[in-house]
């Protein structure tokens, strides 16, 4: 049982990828899936978040407009399309799952900490020329 964040990689300035979050050994339909990002000696950041339902979704204002989230229930997947990469989006990334949604997205914006159902390994992404 586990979830693995993938898709990380060098990019240039104004490029673009794509991290996918995936699921084994459990489905993700009933969670809600929140990105982080962490960059040594600064604080974990909140980027985006999704809800099961896809009817509540979350962006940091660093990535408003430029990334979007969204989700495939039957690959078990939930993407983060990173479009017009920053040299400041250089971070590890990694993604959440939690049954209880109001956790993910009060954590994105900062408003409390809590310990979610499941947490998958970081992924690196480096924006540089």
């Known amino acids: 049982v586990q979830l693995q964040a993938s898709g990380g990689g060098l990019v240039q300035p104004g490029g673009s990828t794509r991290l996918s979050c995936q699921s084994s050994?459990?489905?993700?339909?009933?969670?809600?899936i929140g990105w982080f990002r962490q960059v040594p000696g600064k604080e974990r950041e909140g980027v985006s978040a999704?809800?099961?339902?896809?009817?509540?979704?979350y962006y940091s204002d660093s990535v408003k407009g430029r990334f979007t989230i969204s989700r495939d229930n039957a690959k078990n997947t939930v993407y983060l399309q990173m479009d017009n990469l920053k040299p400041e989006d250089t971070a590890v990334y990694y993604c959440?799952?939690?049954?209880?949604?109001?956790?993910?997205?009060?954590?994105?914006?900062?408003?409390?900490?809590?310990?979610?159902?499941?947490y998958g390994k970081g992924t690196l992404v480096t924006v540089s020329s």
């Open positions: 050994g459990f489905t993700l339909d009933y969670y809600t």
């Open positions: 959440v799952a939690d049954s209880t949604s109001d956790y993910v997205f009060r954590a994105m914006s900062g408003r409390g900490s809590y310990v979610f159902n499941y």
């Open positions: 999704i809800s099961s339902s896809e009817l509540r979704t």
